[in-house]
Nanobody
Framework: QVQVVESGGGLVQTGGSLRLSCTAS????????MGWFRQAPGTERERISC????????YYADSVKGRFTISRDNAENTVYLKMNSLKPEDTAMYYC????????????????????WGQGTQVTVSS
């Protein structure tokens, strides 16, 4: 049984930092692309960042480029999202997901096609 579990969310002030973690089990982790997505109330799920199976290729949405960094540790079956310079508009539920496919940007562009999702971790940025 595949499980995807996020952690690390919380309340932070504008300009602060958080590091989200996501551990996936029950699947061959290094065969899967991993991604972070977010969804604020009343909005569609938004792609934030995705990473290739080996970790060498990444994709970032323009809204987070230069502020967020995705990385993965295949030995630990874990993917991370380091978030710096947080803004109130970053407030959302953050989800981790896993999928197979080809091409980081291609798979990242289709959140609905991702295979496995976590339950999410809330990030709230106060102004």
């Amino acid at each position: 049984q595949v499980q995807v579990v996020e952690s690390g969310g919380g309340l932070v002030q504008t300009g602060g930092s958080l590091r989200l973690s996501c551990t996936a089990s029950g699947l061959p982790f290094d065969d899967y692309y991993m991604g972070w997505f977010r969804q604020a109330p009343g909005t569609e799920r938004e792609r934030i960042s995705c990473i290739s199976r080996g970790g060498s290729i990444t994709y970032y949405a323009d809204s987070v480029k230069g502020r967020f960094t995705i990385s993965r540790d295949n030995a630990e079956n874990t993917v991370y999202l380091k978030m710096n310079s947080l803004k109130p508009e970053d407030t959302a539920m953050y989800y981790c997901a896993a999928t197979r496919g080809f091409g980081v940007e291609r798979v990242c562009s289709s959140p609905k096609s991702w295979s496995y999702w976590g339950q999410g971790t809330q990030v709230t940025v106060s102004s």
